[in-house]
C-alpha cells in the first residue's frame, strides 16, 4: 500500500511539471500555429522517427537478456522488453530514475529471477549506458562547439560532472571493496553527525549493497565478450536514440545539417539534462531542446520540432508502458487471487 502510495504521489509529480514545463513554454504562443506545424510535419520520417525508439528498446531488451543468459537464468526476449519498457516507465515517473531498477528487480524476481543475478545484470547495463553517454557528448561537445553558449556549456559541465559522479561510483562499488568502504564510513559519520536516525541499520543496507556489487568484479573479469557486446549494443542504442531528432529535422522538410550534426547534439542535450534529479527529465529537457536546436530549426518551427522529438522520445512510449505496467498490475492481482482461493480450499 505504502508503495502504491508512493508510486502515484510521483505520478501526481509527474503531471504537475509536465503542465508546468507547457505552460511555461508555450504561453503567449500561438498553439493552434504550432500543433498545424507539427501536423504538417512528414509521416514517413516520423515513422522513422518511432522506428528508431522501438529499436532503442529492443537494444535493451536484448542487453538485459544477454547478461541474465550468462547468468545462467532462463528469460525470453518478451519478458525482457516487458522489463525494458517497466524500467522506462518507472524511471520516467521518478526523481533521477531512481524507481526504474527497483521494479525491474521486483518483476524479474516475480518471474523467478534471483535479485542478486538481476541486480548484476542491471548494474552492469547501466555501467554501460552511463560510459557510452559520456563517451559520446564528450566528442560531440567538442564538434559542436560553434553552437554553444557559456550557459549550455555550463549546464554540460554540470550534467556530465554528475554523470560522471555516478559512474565513478559504480566503478568502485563493483571494483574497489576498500574505497567502497571508506565512503560508506564517511557517509555514517556524516549521517551521525546530523543525528540521523537509525544508523546501525542504514549501515548494514549499505554493506549488503557492497556485497552484491563487488560479485560483480569477477563477472566482468571473467565475461569480457559478454560486456563488450553488451557495450557495442548500447552505442547502437542510444545513436538511434538520438538519431530521433534527425528524422524530425527530416520530417519538416529541412535540409543543410547532416545527421551527424544533430545525432551529437542530441548527444550533447542528453548528457547535460539526464543527471539532473528531475521525473523524465521534464522541464529541462524540453528547455534544453529549445536552447540547442534553435540553431538548427527556424524560429516558426522550434517548438513544433521540440513537441514533436520530446512526443516520440518520451511521452509516447511513457504512454505505452505504462499500459504495459497496468496489465502486469492487474495479472498479478489475479495471480494473487488464485492463490488465496487455493489456499482456502485447502485449510477448508
Excluded: W
Excluded at 518507472?90 to 529471477?113: C, H, L, R, V
Excluded at 549493497?209 to 553488451?230: D, P
Amino acid at each position: 500500500m505504502e508503495k502504491t502510495k508512493k508510486m502515484i504521489r510521483n505520478l501526481i509529480l509527474f503531471i504537475l511539471l509536465i503542465i508546468i514545463t507547457f505552460y511555461v513554454i508555450l504561453k503567449g504562443q500561438n498553439i493552434t500555429e504550432i500543433l498545424h506545424i507539427v501536423r504538417t510535419a512528414k509521416k514517413e520520417f516520423i515513422l522513422m522517427a518511432m522506428i528508431c525508439m522501438c529499436l532503442y528498446l529492443v537494444c535493451e531488451a536484448v542487453n538485459i537478456g544477454r547478461t541474465l543468459k550468462a547468468l545462467k537464468e532462463k528469460s525470453s526476449f518478451l519478458k525482457n522488453l516487458k522489463y525494458a519498457l517497466i524500467g522506462f516507465f518507472f524511471s520516467s515517473i521518478t526523481p533521477a530514475a531512481s524507481g526504474g531498477q527497483p521494479m525491474q528487480i521486483y518483476y524479474m524476481y516475480k518471474d523467478n529471477i534471483s535479485v542478486a543475478n538481476s541486480t548484476l545484470a542491471l548494474l552492469i547495463n547501466l555501467s554501460s549506458v552511463q560510459i557510452v553517454t559520456i563517451s559520446i557528448a564528450l566528442g560531440s561537445v567538442i564538434l559542436n562547439y560553434k553552437y554553444m553558449n557559456q550557459a549550455l556549456i555550463l549546464f554540460f559541465v554540470i550534467g556530465v560532472g554528475l554523470n560522471l559522479t555516478a559512474l565513478s561510483l559504480l566503478l568502485i562499488s563493483i571494483f574497489s571493496k576498500r574505497m567502497t568502504r571508506a565512503l560508506i564510513n564517511i557517509t555514517i559519520k556524516i549521517l551521525a553527525f546530523f543525528k540521523v536516525k537509525n544508523i546501525e541499520e542504514k549501515q548494514i543496507k549499505f554493506e549488503n549493497e557492497l556485497n552484491k556489487y563487488q560479485n560483480s568484479a569477477s563477472y566482468i573479469k571473467n565475461n569480457k565478450m559478454v560486456i563488450l557486446k553488451i557495450v557495442l549494443t548500447t552505442y547502437i542504442q542510444y545513436i538511434l536514440f538520438y538519431a530521433i531528432s534527425y528524422f524530425v529535422y527530416c520530417s519538416f522538410g529541412l535540409k543543410g545539417h547532416s545527421i551527424i550534426e544533430i545525432v551529437t547534439l542530441q548527444s550533447v542535450l542528453y548528457a547535460t539534462v539526464s543527471g539532473i534529479p528531475s521525473p523524465g527529465a521534464v522541464g529541462v529537457s524540453e528547455g534544453g531542446f529549445l536552447a540547442i536546436f534553435r540553431q538548427i530549426f527556424p524560429d516558426g518551427m522550434v517548438k513544433g520540432a521540440m513537441l514533436l522529438n520530446r512526443g516520440i522520445s518520451f511521452y509516447l512510449f511513457v504512454l505505452i508502458s505504462s499500459i504495459v505496467v497496468m496489465v502486469n498490475v492487474i495479472r498479478g492481482k489475479k495471480e494473487n487471487e488464485e492463490i488465496e482461493t487455493r489456499e482456502d480450499k485447502t485449510s477448508a
